[in-house]
């Protein structure tokens, strides 16, 4: 048995319903990249394995590989989870919706960029320690910065980072009007845009370029409230176009996130502090 | 393999969740060694329950009549409601025979991973509903899971405007009756201690 069986430490990051009481749980594992098991009984009452397959718990893991044949498709080649031991948990996440929105939105980048059968203890390490910032904050408020900049550093680990301090194509300083290049990957000041005619591309404020700027540094050096909430919203979403350009799929957590900061307006209905259709939209150069 | 309406059956059975290819050809094989009647009672029952059973307007239950059995009972307490996820959860509730009030079903749990927010529960029917009806108590009984506590969170801040003097509890949790400690999962156990009571 201990040839078909392994130990791994992860993360689960999105559990579905299998039978009556099962779950297929996908995990981000530092060993093996990504996993899908199966959480025998997990659903059952009592189990052993139930608090620790919800999302957002990191266990030591031990796995058993099935048996299959050769023709079996990839994704019905499950495992069996059959022993786990929690290490750490995130219960602060579920204290409000745009905590949870946050958690899932890095849950799901991370899912993307994941690779099976490979170690990726980087991403791995990333992502817990952007949840635990995340968890750590105080306030909803706090959380948008922190998701965005948990964004831009998991971008960076899969090579997409874009570039925010300069012009892509000069890299010279960036005054008056600046752009953002979803498909060239950074900021165009206007003098390039004109030259290099770069495909779609966008408008950036003078506070999300400010938020932009501030997103290589390991900590955001920045108080939470120097910015608009606006500005974070407009580099979350600029960063989630580079994102969508390389990965041709779309972030669904990111449609709740405007409505977890609306603002009231004066007829009292709840409407989103920055929607989507902002400022100067993608316009063809 | 089979004939072709033996095959049309399996392959229908086959749809329905946990009923797999096996499942699906001794059910088919059970039903067509059935006597004519029941199978016409079989499919009559299917047809019935498809045309006549609705969500019913009040309480997102499942119900043929609008508004359902529990919402018209006079046996029920109006001021005491219970909100759960799915109408599984009410039929769980409803076995323990403890339960007397209402219920508000809310048709899922907020899940922004799978792209469900606020507007594709049923919560702001929730709220009119109390503002409406001002009961005094509202119990959650909702699954302790993360987007379960983000649902009840949600509801909570959706409610406190129109009902400031609402009682809003939750089912406690932690250790299943029954159930060995040493062998209590650390999540659950470390609920179970958050929620402690007095002895």
């Not at chain 1, 299998?18 to 594992?29: K, M, P, S, Y």
């Not at chain 1, 997990?42 to 590989?65: A, T, W, Y």
């Not at chain 1, 950074?186 to 290099?196: E, I, K, T």
Request: neutral net charge; charged residues 20%; proline residues 6%.
């Amino acid at each position: 048995m201990s040839g078909r069986t392994y130990r791994v430490t992860g993360i689960n990051l999105k559990g579905i319903p299998l039978g009556e009481a099962d779950r297929i749980v996908t995990i981000l594992t530092r060993e093996r990249g990504l996993i899908r098991a199966v959480a025998k009984g997990s659903r059952k009452q009592p189990s052993k394995l139930g608090g620790r397959m919800e999302p957002f718990v990191v266990n030591d893991l031990l796995i058993v590989q099935g048996r299959w044949s050769a023709q079996t498709e990839t994704s019905q080649r499950l495992q069996r989870i059959v022993q786990a031991e929690t290490l750490q948990t995130f219960p602060r996440l579920s204290r409000s919706l745009a905590h949870l929105t946050a958690a899932q939105y890095l849950a799901e980048v991370a899912l993307l960029l994941a690779l099976p059968d490979q170690a990726q203890e980087e991403l791995f390490v990333v992502l817990v320690e952007h949840l635990e910032r995340i968890e750590r904050a105080a306030s909803e408020r706090a959380v948008l910065p922190l998701l965005t900049h948990g964004l831009y550093h998991l971008l960076a680990l899969a090579g997409f980072a874009p570039q925010v301090n300069a012009c892509y194509f000069c890299q010279g300083e960036l005054v008056d009007s600046v752009f953002f290049s979803p498909q060239w990957g950074g900021l165009v000041c206007d003098p390039c845009r004109v030259a290099q005619r770069p495909g779609p591309i966008a408008w950036v404020s003078a506070s999300a370029l400010c938020a932009l700027g501030s997103l290589p540094n390991s900590t955001l050096p920045l108080p939470e409230d120097s910015l608009p909430l606006a500005a974070w919203l407009e580099a979350e979403r600029l960063l989630r176009r580079v994102l969508e350009h390389h990965t041709d799929r779309e972030i669904r957590s990111a449609e709740l996130l405007a409505s977890c900061y609306a603002v009231p307006t004066a007829n009292g209905q709840g409407s989103p502090a920055f929607p989507e259709g902002h400022s100067k939209e993608w316009a063809s150069a | 393999m089979y004939t072709r309406p033996l095959a049309r059956l399996i392959e229908e059975l086959q749809r329905l969740p946990g009923i797999g290819s096996k499942t699906a050809q001794r059910l088919a094989l059970h039903l067509i060694n059935r006597p004519a009647g029941e199978i016409e009672a079989l499919a009559k029952a299917l047809l019935e329950a498809k045309q006549t059973v609705r969500h019913c307007s009040i309480c997102f239950n499942w119900s043929a009549e609008d508004p359902c059995e529990i919402c018209r009972s006079p046996q029920r307490d109006p001021s005491l409601w219970c909100v759960v996820a799915d109408v599984k959860d009410l039929m769980a509730m409803e076995r323990t025979r403890e339960f007397k009030g209402l219920y508000h079903v809310l048709g899922g749990l907020i899940s922004p991973m799978n792209g469900i927010g606020v507007d594709q529960l049923h919560i702001r029917e929730l709220v009119a509903r109390v503002a409406r009806e001002k009961p005094q108590e509202l119990i959650f009984a909702i699954s302790p899971s993360v987007e379960g506590e983000v649902t009840m969170h949600v509801v909570k801040d959706y409610l406190k405007p129109v009902a400031p003097t609402l009682r809003m509890t939750r089912l406690a949790f932690g250790l299943p009756m029954g159930s060995e400690l040493e062998y209590a999962d650390e999540v659950t156990l470390a609920r179970a201690l958050e929620a402690r009571q007095e002895l």
